[in-house]
């Protein structure tokens, strides 16, 4: 027993657990930028879950942590599937939001939504047919639908064929010729 003033003692076993216990640490420079940018995720994550802005794209990419790689399979494919993903593209639906005056169909008579241009639009039908064929082969499911194309998400069932997925959705983009006016044109 060790006196510790005041008619307080401590025991054997008090003196070796105490001698068990590790002095704090110094905090540094990694520690703190560590904090600071979990703490920034933390927050942004919040506001993310939380905005009503940008609800397409948060369908298909709810982590704000996730990363994404920006040329898979090419920069081209990857700047229209965002695109497609956050609803702000090139197709008529979305023009006619900007340009009040001009028309929201597809040629086929349609509303050209991301959903009409990927799946169901009768111009691309034998594009649609091959990228679907080829997305069962991988995935064992012959439903296609927005979230097997542009789904991005961990809790995505296709993230293990994401890439071979986005292959052919490129090759679909590329089939359907409906961006090859975009800026960044694959070249062939």
Not at 97 to 111: A, F, L, R, T, V
């Amino acid at each position: 027993m060790l006196m510790m003033g005041r008619g307080h003692y401590l025991s054997l076993e008090q003196i070796v657990e105490a001698e068990k216990i590790e002095e704090p640490s110094e905090v540094t420079r990694q520690d703190i930028k560590r904090a600071a940018r979990e703490s920034v995720l933390r927050k942004w994550q919040n506001q993310w879950e939380s905005s009503q802005r940008g609800r397409n794209y948060y369908n298909y990419h709810q982590n704000v942590c996730q990363k994404i790689p920006k040329d898979l399979p090419s920069k081209w494919s990857f700047s229209i599937t965002t695109s497609l993903r956050t609803g702000y593209c090139d197709l008529n639906d979305y023009k006619s939001k900007i340009i009040p005056s001009s028309d929201k169909n597809c040629s086929c008579g349609e509303p050209e939504t991301v959903e009409h241009y990927l799946l169901h639009c009768s111009n691309y039908e034998e594009a649609r047919e091959r990228m679907r064929t080829s997305i069962y082969f991988i995935t064992g499911n012959i439903h296609m639908d927005l979230d097997t194309l542009l789904g991005i998400d961990e809790e995505d069932i296709n993230r293990d064929n994401r890439n071979e997925i986005l292959c052919h959705l490129e090759n679909y983009l590329t089939e359907s010729g409906r961006f090859k006016n975009t800026i960044q044109q694959k070249t062939l």
